[in-house]
Nanobody, 117 residues
């Protein structure tokens, strides 16, 4: 059974930091990329950051220089270090794992990040 599980969300004050973790299991195919999306209330889901097996990273302009994506795709693990958090970063953060050979994306159920004083 495939599972993608996020953890590390919570309530943090503006300017604070959080580290999200993601672990994927049960995927028998080679994963080519992993990443994070987020969805704020009343808004569409948007890409936050992703990373490929080659180590290439991509960030949304709104989080570049504040967030850092890292992990070991070969071990199906992923992290998102979030610094200088803003209320606008409040959202449910979803982890995904992408298998390009079959065009399959596996999604987690999300972890809520709330930035508020």
């Amino acid at each position: 059974q495939v599972q993608v599980v996020e953890s590390g969300g919570g309530l943090v004050q503006p300017g604070g930091s959080l580290r999200l973790s993601c672990a994927a299991s049960g995927i028998i195919y080679r994963i080519d990329a992993m990443g994070w999306y987020r969805q704020a209330p009343g808004k569409q889901r948007e890409l936050v950051a992703d990373i490929t097996t080659g180590g290439s990273t991509n960030y949304a302009a709104s989080v570049r220089d504040r967030f850092t994506i890292s992990g070991d795709i070969a071990k199906n693990t992923l992290y998102l270090q979030m610094n200088s958090l803003k209320p606008a970063d409040t959202a449910v953060y979803y982890c995904y794992a992408y298998v390009s050979q079959y065009g399959i994306t596996y999604w987690g159920k999300g972890t809520l990040v709330t930035v508020s004083s």
